[in-house]
Every structure is written in structure tokens, then in C-alpha cells.
């Protein structure tokens, strides 16, 4: 039996889990893992310039690699820190763990310097948490975490360490456990056969049916099984924002993205089938609009693995409780051999209406003359990473923009902030791509909003050379903000401005990098050239956009899913 | 419509708090909650009442049970069951007339005087929250109430029907 301190036993315990890197930031409670950290060189750590990114980068290189992702930080402040990156993770089903440094055992309680309750603040956003109580415990509750994180619906673990556990000084018996599972804690996998069948007997009748593919696909790993089913049965697919590039939005047979600013054909097939075979999606009210009004006449078929996200909001007709690859699999041996030329027959009809939806070409834009337009941007990205870079994105009208002009064409290639919105959120998650995936093009859709909520990461970008390609378009304002001011408020722009923007190619200079500026649209194509022929420097693009564009297609609020404006003055 | 939501978990530290957080920060209504060990100590059990529509009670049993220290959820109001909650009343008894009258009420609700003192008397009384609510109404008007305190009720299944670790 080895013998080691506890510091040394949760390095030793993420060796064993298989931990490659660590994004962190020591102080006085973690000091000790850090020296821990200091004496090998197997598992890696990332300096950030704040917890916050921390947890964002760890989550960038979960979303891309599908592994857990782990963060190390000190007690009170750099746990808190934490926070917004743990509900971000915590919303989005993302695995990590989130290893926090406690004030000793025996100060639990005495408002000591540093404490927080680390578990008591993270509970409502975690999927479990650990406060561990004796160095012992270390191997056990470090394994059970990375199990918990990474299996049935992942999201974020925190395991939080007394000082006085992970002393160097003391040594114990270190013993990492075979086996971590739970009587308490059983994902179930499979779908009830029953329900297979009543599902494929709804799905082969049905005459409108579509396919409604979530994020639980994609870490299902389910996109071929996906594209195997669609093709089988001819069935339209459209991908909400987590789920994007589960199916390649490239494929004939997509319709893009549904929901708030879904395109006109993806709303308008959910509002008018039969049939809704929901793969990993949870009928966020960003999709549905009003409920009461979503999708009259369908008969909705609810894969997913938490049963909780069944019937939550729309009620399932046919609930099945499974990840989705299983239930692909499933469900495909059910079908079994059909005529496809029949099926394709049966549902030409379908497909002549969803035509016609889609010669309406919802997101055409008109093409800026002196000033360049958001969509632009994103389409000229498209050209220059040939459509195969990871996307991260921030939070606002940039999101949305690059969400629709960006055609993903594989998983895990889009990497944004779906459930809680987190502004700041696209460097630090891009920076966790780049980590996972040395060789990718990696780049950041943000704006002159959200990447100031943590830019101090361009730091760290340089410390480990991390050529990010940052896609800023920059309108001088809150754009989404801005937008809602527009359509409802009648454009009182209440705080939705920034009147002292900062010359972001100076900051980017200053940070050791390329800044590159872009007023005009004739300077795009150039530019864009010029920023990927950085191969290896952060290079940020500061991009002045039109201030008053607005993303389009939007529903209407309170309306139905089809409900929607289709540009400043046409709606449906 | 009340419901009574019986929760097999891990005798674990930190349980209860994710249990009482979940009904806060979801919104769902906590009327009592009722929690102790099990004769396995490694288990607790909770009995939970709360109200809603079936919809919301839907959801309640499913977050309840996505809990990872949580074992077992039913909701025993779906079948017959057997519900008990336990009462602590003590009642202000100045004169022989209220001490007679009070003594009277005790035996008709099958309760019991567990103490006695110069002015006081603190009654134990068992059973369904409907039954205990009657009985505290009814002291109420042959006595004044000082203080009382309810556990929350507690509840099982009748018949084969067991909550347990299979």
C-alpha cells in the first residue's frame, strides 16, 4: 500500500481517473495540492488570470473532447469565482469536476479567512458535491466524482477539500477503488421496450413527422445513428442550439436551427407535423415560445436520459427514458428492413410543403455597402476555416448569428453558452479547445460586450500560445440588448451602449498578440486571409459592424412556434 | 391535492439540505417533512407533504429521485397507505373544571397526559393530521393553548408494499 499525503492523493487519484489537464489559480487552501502539483509532470495545469475562465476553459475542453474537465481553486473567493462556470456547465450538461480548497477541518463554521460554503453555495448547480472528511476519503471521493460527472446526463461535481486534509506532512495509506458504483445512482440507458414500439409504430404512420435533435445527442454520440435513422426514414431534422452539428447542418435533409431565432422552415415543420421524434432536447422555452400554442397536431415522442426533462414543460405522448444512441439503435432494429423508396414516396408531400418554406429563404440579408454586416462576417469565417473550425461563441446577437450562418457539420465543432446565457463565456471556452485540440482552428465569436468579461484571458493565451483566432464584431453596443430596446421598448437604448469602447488592436498588442481592425466591407475578405495566415498567434479582429442590424427570423412572444418577424417590417 | 412523498436515501451528510433545497429552488411546497434513520442506519427515510397537480407532483417525485443520494421515491398517496403524525400540546389547566374537561377530551381521542404540572398539562396525541387538527381545535376551546409542536407526518405502505433497498 503506498503511503502519501492527501495533496499528493488527489494528484495521484486524477492520474488514476485519467486526468491530462488542470485549469486552476492556487491560493492559501490549495497550496499544498499545488506542491503536490509541482513534484510531477504527468497531469498538466493551466495558469488562468481568474476562476471564472477556469471553469469556462475546463468546459470548452469537456464540450470538444467529450471528457471530464477539471478545475482547481482555492477556497472563498477563487471557489465562488467559480459559480457562473459551474451553472453554465450545470445548464449545458457539461462534465467537470471542480476540485475547491476548504479552510481546515476545525474552522468549518468559524467565518474563518477565506471560508465559504463551498457546497451550500454550488448545491442548486451541481449534479453532486463532496465536502470530504477525512484524507482517506481523497481516491474514493475524486473517482466517485469523475463517475458521477461523466455518465447518465454529465454535468459539474464539486469536491471540496479541507486544508488539513491534504497537509504534506501527514501520510496515509492511499488507496484508489476498483469500483465507484452506487445503489443510489443508476442511469438508465436503455429505452423500455414497449415504448420503442409504440414509438416506431407512431413514427412509420405518421405522414409530418420530424426529427427534434438536442444536445443529449451529441454527447450520446448518436450522430451517425442520427444520420442512419433520418436517411432510413426520410425525415426532416432540425437541431436546437446545443445540438448543433449532431447532425451535419450541411445534410439535405436539415433544416438548421428551431426556436426563438429558428429559421422559418424548421419552426413551420415542428408547428405542422404529426409527429416529433425529440432526440436529447428538453423543449427549452427558447424553442417552444408559448406552450400552450406548440405544435397542435403532433404526437411527441421524448427520448432522453433524465427523466425529469420528460413532459417538464410539453407532455410527451410517447416518453423514453434512454440515451439517445441506445434508443437509435433500438429503435432502428425495431423498424428493421423497410422500402426506403416507399418511404421517401409517403412522405414526398411533406417534403414539397417544407420546399416551399425554405425557397422563402429566411436568412438572406442585404448585403452591407459601406458598412459590413454581422452575417457577413460569419459567412466569410465559413469560407476561411472551410467550415471545419471549432466555434466558440459568447452570448448576444453574435451567438445567434454565428448559430445560423455557420452550417456545423460535425459534433462537438460548436461550443456555446445554450442554457444559462453566460456572457464571457466564448475566450476561456475557446482557449479549453484550443488545449483539447492543439492542431484545430480554433475561434471566438464574441462582441465588443462580452469578450470584456474576460479578456484578461488574452493573458494566458500568450503564456501557452494559444493561436485563437477572436472573431469580435463590434458594434459599439449591447447588440441583443439593443435589439429587444428596438422591438419593445421604442428604441430607448436604457444602458445598452458603451461610450468608452477601448481600441482592441491596441489591447490585443499590448497582450503580446495581432490586432487587426476591419471598417469596411471590402477590407473583409483580406482580413479574414490575413488572420488565419497566423497560424501560430492569437490573432483578434476587431470588426465594426452595423449597429442596427437585428437577428432574424424571431417568434413573436406568447405566439406559436411559426409565429414569427422575418425581418424589421415582415412577419408570418 | 396533498400528497405524501416517501424518500429512501443515503444516511449521508449534506442529504436532507439537497432535499430541502430542491423544494426551494424549484418552487414546490413543502407542508412537512418528517426525517430519521431507518432500521439500515447506512439509510434515511423522509415522508414529504406537499400539494400540487399532477403535473407538478410528476416532476416533485422525478427531481426528487435524480437526487444522487437518493434511493427510492413513491408517492404513497396513490394507494392505501397508513399515515401518523405525533402532537406535544401543552394546555394551560388553572381550575378543576378546565383540568376535568380537558382530562374528558384526552380519553375520547385516545391521547395521553405525559405531563402534569401545577397549571399545566402536555398531551401526547397520535395520529392522522386531520385527527390531530381536531383534537387541537377542540382544546381550544375547553383551554388555553401555551404551546404545541407536530412532527410532521410519517407514512407506509399497507400491505406487501415495502420502500426499500431491493
Known sequence: MKMMSGAAMVVEALKDVGVELVFGYPGGAVLDIYDALFAQDQVKHVLVRHEQAAAHMADGYARSTGKTGTVLVTSGPGATNTITGIATAYMDSIPMVILSGQVPSMHIGEDAFQETDMVGCSRPIVKHSFLVKKATDIPQAIAKAYYIANTGRPGPVVVDLPKDLVNIADEHPYVFPDDVTMRSYQPTLKGHNKQIKKAVEVLLSAKRPVMYVGGGAITAEADSRLIGLAEKLNLPVTCTLMGLGAFPGTHCQSLGMLGMHGTLEANKTMHNSDCILALGARFDDRVTNNVAKFCPNATIIHVDIDPTSISKTVNAHIPVVGSVDKVLDQLESHIGDIDEQQQKHKLSEWWEQIEQWRAKKCLNYAKGVDQIKPQEVIESLYKHTDGKAFVSSDVGQHQMFAALYYPFAKPRQWINSGGLGTMGFGLPAAMGVQFANPNAISAVVTGDGSIQMNIQELSTCLQYNLPIKVISLNNRALGMVRQWQDMIYKGRHSHSYMESMPDFVKLAEAYGHVGIRVNHPDELDDAMRECFSHTDRLVFMDIAVDQNEHVYPMQIKYGAMDDMRLSKTERT | ?166
Open chain 2, 1 to 166: 391535492m396533498k400528497r405524501i412523498i416517501s424518500v429512501l436515501m443515503e444516511n449521508a451528510p449534506g442529504s436532507l439540505s439537497r432535499i430541502v433545497g430542491l423544494f426551494s429552488q424549484r418552487g414546490y411546497n413543502v407542508d412537512s417533512l418528517c426525517v430519521a434513520p431507518t432500521d439500515d442506519s447506512s439509510l434515511s427515510r423522509l415522508t414529504i407533504i406537499t400539494h400540487g397537480d399532477d403535473k407538478a407532483i410528476e416532476q416533485i417525485t422525478k427531481q426528487v429521485n435524480k437526487l444522487i443520494d437518493v434511493l427510492r421515491v413513491v408517492d404513497l398517496t396513490e394507494n392505501a397507505h397508513i399515515e401518523r403524525e405525533l402532537m406535544l400540546i401543552k394546555v394551560l389547566t388553572p381550575t378543576d373544571a378546565i383540568r376535568a374537561e380537558v382530562k374528558r377530551n384526552v380519553d375520547i381521542f385516545r391521547a395521553r397526559i405525559v405531563d402534569v404540572n401545577a397549571s399545566n398539562y402536555t398531551i401526547e396525541i397520535t395520529g392522522t393530521t386531520e385527527k390531530l387538527d381536531a383534537f387541537a381545535d377542540t382544546m381550544k376551546q375547553s383551554a388555553e393553548i401555551i404551546e404545541s409542536s407536530r412532527t410532521g407526518v410519517c407514512g407506509l405502505a399497507r400491505g406487501e408494499r415495502a420502500l426499500r433497498v431491493s
